[in-house]
């Protein structure tokens, strides 16, 4: 078995290496070949994140440069999905029109949702563009939830509010600790 394994970021972020990183070499050891990506680089998380210091105009230009970014990476990704088995998506929402490109391309799409569709996204500050941007990314999670063939969730209250449309959710709850290959 094939598995595309497409993440935020890389194992940088907490989220990317308890929810889909630390497995890798469980799922090598099993015969399950991976491919790990990440949508988004190690730069835009450190700007964005404030980790790598820089000023108000370069860190706007740093979302808006590595977002479009992003949208490439997931066309060219959706495209390349029709040569594995399974693809597993790690939080990224697709755009609705890359999504429904991708589920052409492979219909077998895992879903891991660990935010409710309400999530604020960590990026932005209060006002006009954080509300606009935060309702367009409450449509493209739920769009994404939905036409997954199975999603998974990391707690009940998710799989709550993901079960109201898609009934296909497995609740796995990430430890903390990151384990080792035997």
Same mark, same amino acid.
């Given at each position: ?9 890389? *194992?940088?972020? +907490? ?10 070499? @469980? ?13 988004? /680089?190690?730069? %835009? %998380?450190?700007? #964005? ?5 820089? +000023? ?6 740093? @979302?808006? @440069?590595?977002? $479009?970014?992003? !949208?490439?990476? #997931?066309?060219? %990704? ?9 693809? $597993?998506?790690?939080?990224?929402? $697709? /755009? ?10 492979? /219909?077998?799409? !895992?879903? *891991? ?8 996204? /960590? %990026?932005?500050?209060?006002? $006009? ?30 799989? +709550? *509010?993901? +079960? ?13 600790? #990151?384990?080792?290959?035997?």
């Amino acid at each position: 078995m094939r598995v595309l394994i497409l993440t935020l970021f890389s *194992e940088i972020s +907490g989220s990317s290496r308890i929810i889909a990183y630390q497995f890798l070499p @469980f799922l090598e050891k099993a015969g399950i070949k991976c491919r790990a990506e990440s949508i988004y /680089p190690d730069k %835009f %998380f450190k700007v #964005q994140m404030g980790l790598e210091k820089t +000023g108000k105009i370069q860190k706007q230009l740093n @979302f808006v @440069f590595y977002l $479009f970014l992003g !949208i490439l990476k #997931q066309v060219y %990704f959706s495209i390349e999905s029709r040569n594995y088995d399974v693809v $597993f998506i790690q939080r990224t929402p $697709f /755009p609705k029109s890359i999504y429904s490109l991708l589920l052409c391309m492979n /219909p077998n799409v !895992i879903y *891991e949702f660990e935010d409710t569709f309400y999530e604020v996204n /960590p %990026f932005l500050k209060k006002g $006009f563009l954080r509300r606009l941007l935060l309702n367009y990314q409450r449509g493209l999670y739920k769009n994404m939830v939905e036409k997954a063939a199975r999603i998974i969730a990391v707690n009940e209250y998710v799989a +709550g *509010e993901a +079960g109201t449309v898609n009934k296909n959710i497995t609740i796995i709850i990430p430890i903390t600790n #990151q384990i080792t290959a035997p």
